[in-house]
């Protein structure tokens, strides 16, 4: 059998190539989100849970079981100075906040997060990280991030290198938006409200049952 080499060093199953690929306008990437995707709605819809009591206190404690945890940094073989480097830097950042927003990531699938840059004598430093709102952004067919600016269409505006970082919670290559939890909670949630709008016109219309 001959190895052809060139193969190799490419990617064939692409997603340009693929049978999927033919149903994406723009290189824009839609959310495979079963719920986002039967009911026509952005991920925005799933904020909405944290007003039910269990949902909402259920993601505090968990943010708070994490920002309870035994953090540190681990210099391993690196140089002191550049340890001091590093310890100083992170000196600057709101770690608590930080972690709480990249938490997100748990309950819409991706957190994006971006990237204050700033000048220190020789140095180029990230002095603040900030999580931004994932509904702004989407992943196009390469599953590069892309802000949904208002003047950039569908396709959204491609992001520089080292600008932002985002957090996902079990994203693969099909799938770049991750898993969300509160996709979970969505039925539920509906279910009960659904459930305690049709008893309270049951119980204006009939009484409530002595």
């Known amino acids: 059998m001959i190895i052809d080499k060139k193969a190799l060093f490419s990617d064939i ?10 149903g994406q306008l723009f290189g824009h990437l839609p959310n495979p989100d079963p719920i986002l995707r039967a009911r026509g709605q952005a991920i925005s819809v799933y904020r909405q849970l944290r007003a039910e009591p269990l949902v909402g206190s259920s993601i505090r404690r968990r943010k708070s079981a994490v920002k309870c945890l035994e953090r540190g940094l681990e210099p391993g073989q690196a140089p ?17 906040r930080l972690i709480g927003e990249l938490l997100e990531a748990a309950f819409f699938g991706y957190q994006p997060a971006e990237l204050t840059w700033a000048k220190d004598g020789r140095h180029l430093v990230v002095t603040d990280v900030v999580g931004k709102p994932p509904e702004w952004f989407t992943f196009d067919t390469e599953n590069r991030l892309r802000f949904q600016a208002r003047q950039s269409g569908l396709a959204g505006e491609l992001l520089p290198p080292r600008k932002f970082v985002v957090a996902t919670q079990d994203a693969t290559f099909d799938n770049p938006y991750g898993f969300a939890d509160l996709s ?20 204006e219309k009939y009484g409530t049952p002595g």
């Open 184 to 203: 979970l909670c969505f039925w539920p949630v509906t279910f009960k409200k659904a459930g305690w709008s049709f008893w309270m016109r049951f119980s």
């Open 13 to 22: 199953a692409t997603r340009a190539r693929s049978p999927a690929g033919l």
């Open 80 to 96: 002191a100075p550049v340890v001091r480097f590093i310890e100083q830097t992170l000196a600057q950042w709101d770690i608590n």
